[in-house]
Structure formats: C-alpha cells, structure tokens
C-alpha cells in the first residue's frame, strides 16, 4: 500500500481492495494503521462508492474497537443498494445488537436477513450458504440468551465446532460468542 503497488481501475483504488485492506487491518487489531488507512486512502476510490466505502469501513473500525453505538450509526449511512454491502451490513449489525445484549433487535435483524437470504438469487450458492448458516447459529445463540435452555449448548457448540470453517461466516467470532455462555 505504502509503495503503490496495489490493484488500481482508472488510476483509483478499487472499491473492494478498499474494504479489503481496511478489514484485514481490523482483523489483525491493527486499529491505527486501519484508521490512518480508512482516512488516506479514502480519496484514492471513485467519487461515486467514495463515501459508502468509507462509511462502512469506519462502521467496521467502530464496531471492532468497541464503540458500538458509533457503529451503528455509520451503518445507517451506508447504502445497501449493492447486496454484497447488505450483507456486511446485516453481519455487523447482528454482531453489535448480539454484543450490546439487545438480543430481540438481534432476532429481528436475524430474521430479516434470512428473508433477504431466501429471495436473493444473485449470490453464489456457496456464499448464501455461509451466511444462512451464520445466521441460524447465531439465532441459535439469542434464543438461548432470551430464555432457552443453556443445555443445548453443548449441542450448538459441537455443531459449530464440526462446521467446515468456509461454510459459515464468522465461525471465530461465533465460537466466541458461544464460548460466553455457561451451561
């Protein structure tokens, strides 16, 4: 990135790469880089995805560095006419209702994004697959939390746990999330 040697459409940063690059960052807890990346890089991208690239890359460092309200309201920006930022959207914002313990909001983001997953037939089957997947687990997950019995924990977690890693989303963060709960 430093060097300039990074895939460019028209003399601009691609969209995705931008993404790319700031989410990696972010994954790696490398929060300082991402941010002076998300800020830098922001005017490489075209004028037309600038802002919505930004947005969603400065709900992400938000959300990953635990300010989860300013997260939220970053992701109230960012357009979802692209269904592949919906479901970045619809990710991050299970993931912050789950975290902040606002488990009906989650249910109801849940089942909305499985609705959206049922009637979109643009994505590969692989990844609609992956992300009906993460969402049922961590349906799962909220169920217990809104009064189901922690016993069936051990259930989700050996199915979890047996779940290849590249057919469910967020696997890591789900086994965290279910690693919390004691039963």
């Not at 970053?74 to 919906?86: E, R």
């Not at 089942?111 to 979109?120: C, E, I, T, V, Y």
Request: contains cysteine; aromatic residues 14%.
């Amino acid at each position: 990135i430093e060097n300039d040697l990074y895939p460019k459409e028209n003399n601009n940063m691609g969209e995705a790469s931008y993404v790319t690059v700031a989410s990696e960052a972010l994954i790696h807890k490398d929060f300082k880089w991402a941010e002076e990346f998300i800020e830098k890089f922001k005017h490489e991208i075209k004028e037309e995805v600038r802002e919505n690239a930004y947005t969603l890359c400065m709900a992400n460092l938000k959300y990953r560095t635990g300010h989860y309200d300013e997260a939220l309201m970053h992701l109230i920006k960012v357009s979802i006419d692209d269904i592949y930022y919906q479901l970045k959207v619809k990710n991050l914002q299970i993931k912050i209702h789950y975290e902040l313990g606002n488990y009906d909001m989650c249910k109801s983001v849940i089942d909305s994004f499985k609705h959206f997953l049922g009637n979109a037939k643009q994505f590969p089957e692989f990844l609609r697959i992956r992300f009906v997947n993460y969402a049922n687990f961590t349906s799962r997950l909220v169920n217990i939390w809104l009064g189901g019995d922690p016993k069936n924990m051990i259930e989700i977690n050996k199915n979890l746990k047996d779940f290849p890693q590249e057919k469910v989303e967020s696997k890591s963060w789900l086994l965290a999330q279910a690693a919390k709960i004691k039963y």
